[in-house]
């Protein structure tokens, strides 16, 4: 077996590990962020689970830090107190991105994460299986329910030779995107093997597993090995490690190889994160602002080689370098060891640990800025200015550029690049609270701000349905499409009236008027619809207006799974050509669509009523899934059950 192999079977529940085949897997850790947070433990509150059932389920606060108004710091206290009440570990505002705290504190080898973030597979870096998902299937995850995918196959991406000097590991993942797109690993584990895998520290690991995400992979995963030992006890965890390996004669489904010695700086174009070229062929791109950080690349490893290239240098008078450290353990050693006064006196402006520019909390730049960032995603908008467009680089690209002023190739940079990792990480776990003792949790009040307003129920599936086509879109449209976030935007992640007012309007602006309007209809889109985040928004706020069914060509995964737990149907073309008959504005029928899910019937009929024609659609769903349908979403369908 290969190593997903041996971690899905150890948690299989059931079905069979055959890719395409839906699993039902346990899981052992769970986590939430802010931003999706909210929803999910108003979602869990719903389901009446009194304590959760995990082994360690936790509770960030990274995302919405920027407090301009009440709203963010009213549903900081609301998932405090909630976290406190059902056994929810609590890491506060300040201690830093999820992804990054969860490696260094909480991750353990072996084990199933499933968190409400797409880039939760961060944790593969230490073996493990970290899977990112809708918020709603965490909540169920955490009342100690089973989660339900559709088994991936397993790609080996076979790593040979050594990164050289001033080539990252960021650049092993755009390497891979540039060859694969955004779409290449939809349905697969990217799992790494072969020699070179030795040769990458965790953080290292960790921007490669990070970013496959961006692949549409359902995850990735590295081996536990001494390296992942190493790791684990420097940050005081050595009890928590367990090796784990390929078997000698493991399979794969598919196969990559990459020559991390021949791999040079690469650079993703703006507006999507598989446009990439390396730095020498994109050119000395004049830059206005640079901004390293995310969980992608903001770990003690990153940190220390940016310091490095800054040391005793001052950035160009063009540019606005941010720097924001990953974790309150990576700034609290930068701080100790002198490092942050390198980036300091170099002209950095210090950012407090958390996602901020990346999700556009703060440090948008100017109108048709170059922005240089580490982060994962440069989709169009993102950075909370649209005229700006967004290159995404490593760490040592990005500080190499903000001395120069151009997009700037870091292998010819004067500095000490040999980091070595620490022998023992400042570790200090004082701002993650742990909850009340079972005999206190009554006790423990919910206290939810006036901004927190309930989450809208789609309702039981209708005979036949009918509606306009209200808005035809292109392929790879992204969930910061569907339901834009920025500072403004980010506030109301717990109101969904209020989001509705923004869905989709990168698109069309007129979107949100026309839908309600229309009351209702259907949405048309091209491949890979729902691409990037988790974010269950982008199916609750078309549930809000009362979207009933998106026809597309493919979807991406996590978008599919979150619009059939909210019951809107994801119907896909059976003859792609079929797509281009359809215009925005046809009326279309789907006659007796309840019997047929009801039958099980794979094919549905959907007529053009404006064109007068009827096409096939697929809508491939497994029992489970039209049972969802069927009842109007998960949360229906349980309740039904246990009435
Ligand atoms: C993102 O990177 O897009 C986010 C913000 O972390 C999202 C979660 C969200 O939309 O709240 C994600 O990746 O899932
Ligand atoms: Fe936060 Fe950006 Fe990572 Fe999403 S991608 S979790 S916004 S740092």
Redesign the pocket.
Known sequence: MNVTQKILSAHLISGELKPGSEIAIRIDQTLT?D?TGTMAYLQFEAMDVKRVKTERSMAYI??NTLQTGFENADDHRYIATVARKHGIYLSKPGNG???QVQLERIGKPGKTLLGS???TPTGGALGMIAIGAGGLDVAVAMGGGAYYLSCPSVVSVRLTGRLGRGVAAKDVILELLRRLTVKGGVGKVMEYTGPGVETLSIPERATIA?MG?ELGATTSVFPSDEVTRGFLKAQGREADFVPLAADPDATYDEAVEIDLSALEPMVALPHMPDNVKTVAEAGPIHVDQVCI????N?SYLDMMRVAAILKGKTVSPDVSLVIAP?SRQVLSMLSANGALHDMIEAGARICET???F??G?GQSPCTNAVSVRT???NFFGRSGTKSAGIYLVSCETAAATALTGVLTDPRGVDADLDVVMPDSFLYNDNLIIPPASEDEADAVEVVRGPNIKPFPKAEALAKSLSGKVLLKMEDNITTDHIMPSDSSLLPFRSNIPKLSEHCLTPVDPTFPERAKAEGGGFLLAGQNYGQG?SREHAALVPLYLKVRGVLAKSFARIHRANLINNGILPLEFANEADYDRFSQGDEIALEGVAERVRKGESRVPVTNVTKGFTVEMKLELTERQRGMILAGGLINMISQQNR
Not at 293 to 296: H, M, Y
């Open positions: 962020q931003s990274d995302h991105i999820c992804h973030d797409s880039h990070n995400a950080g995310s969980c992608t903001s990953g958390a996602c901020g990346c999700i909390m982060n994962n995603r985040s």
